[in-house]
């Protein structure tokens, strides 16, 4: 999935001439917590978080008078449309941002952010729907994705999603699917009958043997 498919594309904006009441009171109206700052031709030359303006609260006597260029980020980290998701998270991850605004030709199209990017996930996985996780450890090798869902395909399970994670062993790699049923205990006796290390659900009391 790409930037383009998620990012808002109606981004309340200021110029470096508003003040920094102008920011608050948008923040505010409008439930927000990131202004990127533009120039008449819609390059961004700022950014206004509301971290920024607890850090200058000292200003609030004058915020009727101070512009927002004297109390916003100038180094401002941005994004392309056709980013991958994967690759802008960890963007966020490793600069500890909390919006990244997306800029194509040099022009503000769009912004997304770290809510925008926590949602994306959620459906991704397939959290949101109901259904069962479950965590299979199996050798890092070609071949183990398709042997594992094709074990799932028997059970007529629909899978919803799948993650691939390396496990603390570098010889083996744990799978992750989110399934389609309440009541996974058949499948995972399935998995186990044919030598799958179940790592989740362990359910008190239920042995799959």
Known sequence: MIIEEIMKKKVITLNQEDTVIIAKSLMF?????????????????????????????????KEMETKVSEVMNRDVITGHPLDFVEEVSAIFYEHKIGCLPIVEGGKLIGIITETDMLHTFVQLTGAHQPGSQIEICVQNKAGMLSEVASIIKERKVNILSVLVYPDKNEANKVLVFRVQTMNPLLLIQDLKTKGYNVLWPRIPGVTYE
């Open 29 to 61: 109206e409008k439930g927000i917590r990131h202004l990127p700052v533009i120039d008449d031709e819609m390059n961004v030359i700022g950014l206004v978080t509301r971290t920024d303006l607890l850090k200058h609260q000292h200003l609030i006597p």
